[in-house]
């Protein structure tokens, strides 16, 4: 294992620039049935440093998941994800950010049986990139969620979202990925740092391989 990797890597060849075009519900309905979507997904959380921190879910109001879920959306053309995620977070939320707190958790891939686009029951399909984003208590307090978007939020712990059945299980999977997340740093600090003892270094990394 190469441990976490804090981003998604990026490359770009020759000079790309977005044409920023719009489509029209229809005409995004077509494209969606022969596409797949982009997305940017992400858990806020109110520490970055501990497996005690709490995690900020949205509950939201439209398709494909009108329900609790990451905070989030649609990637943009010559968006890099970790500028999807600030632009959406000050979008849905209020919240700004800069781009390097913005830390790569994992990639999802979705099939949705339902879209808001007509026909709804065509469904859609998405590769979602899900982040974290640790802010703090003040940001946390100026949070105002966006009620185009969610109806509701609320702030849960890591054991809350994996023992939580009635949860989405791309909600539980990503919160089995922090808790293991926070093991690796754990463990690495171990070494690196020479803090732990061979029982400790061995102890830290059973822990680890059990949440993989």
């Known amino acids: 294992m190469a441990g976490y990797k804090h ?8 000079n790309y620039k977005s044409p920023r075009v719009f489509l029209a519900d229809e005409e995004y309905g077509r494209a969606l049935d022969c596409l797949v979507k982009a997305c940017s ?3 806020i959380l109110d520490t970055d440093s501990s497996e005690n921190c709490r995690i900020l879910l949205g509950k939201r109001k439209v398709e ?7 905070m989030g959306g ?4 010559g968006e890099k994800p970790e500028d999807s995620v600030v632009r ?8 700004t950010v800069e781009p390097g707190a913005v830390r790569f958790l994992g990639v999802h891939s979705y099939w949705w049986q339902r879209r808001v686009q007509e026909p709804v029951d065509n469904g859609t399909c998405d590769i979602s990139g899900v982040f974290t984003v640790a802010i703090g208590p003040e940001q946390a307090a100026s949070i105002k969620l966006d ?4 109806s509701d939020s609320k702030w849960v712990s890591i054991p809350d979202i994996i023992e939580g ?3 989405h299980p791309a909600l539980r999977q990503s919160a089995r990925d922090l ?6 740093e754990r463990l690495e600090r171990l070494v690196k740092e020479g803090a732990g003892t061979d029982a400790e270094i061995a102890e830290a990394a059973r822990k680890l391989v059990a949440l993989n």
Not at 7 to 14: D, K, L, N, Q, S
Request: proline letters at 9%; charged letters at 30%; zero cysteines.
């Open 7 to 14: 981003a998604i890597p990026h490359f770009e060849t020759g």
């Open 41 to 43: 997904d992400f858990f």
């Open 64 to 70: 494909p998941q009108p329900d609790w879920w990451f």
């Open 74 to 77: 649609r990637m943009r053309p």
């Open 88 to 95: 959406l977070l000050s979008r849905e939320l209020g919240v």
């Open 147 to 150: 009620e185009q978007e969610y």
């Open 165 to 167: 059945e009635h949860y």
């Open 179 to 184: 808790k293991a997340r926070f093991a690796w």
